[in-house]
């Protein structure tokens, strides 16, 4: 099974058809708190009306997890060792 990072690129490598990737595309960023940020723009993939309820995991204050849908865009953040966990979380969610 390959893991996040290459499940990750695999869905983005699929929905730079055409123009997509010029006007949308995804982020990968960190937080002050330390943590996490992640933003997938969803307009023009396959995602783009596909409902998605969100997930709030709050372990410790370095362990923990936020993932929401505003918009067309999925968002994500979390802890310093969630970024793996972010991107699961997208890609169950994708797949």
Excluded at 42 to 58: A, F, H, M
Aim: glycine share 8%; aromatic share 12%; with cysteine.
């Amino acid at each position: 099974m390959k893991d996040a990072i290459s499940r990750l690129s695999t869905w983005y490598e699929r929905q730079c058809v055409d123009d997509w990737h010029e006007d949308h595309g995804l982020k990968i960023g960190t937080l002050d708190n330390p943590g996490w940020s992640i933003f997938i723009d969803l307009n023009g993939t396959s995602l783009q009306e596909r409902p998605y309820e969100g997930v709030k995991i709050d372990r410790t204050d370095n362990d923990w997890l936020v993932t929401r849908r505003n918009e067309a865009v999925f968002e994500a953040f979390g802890g310093p060792m969630n970024l793996n966990e972010m991107i699961e979380a997208f890609l169950n969610w994708a797949d």
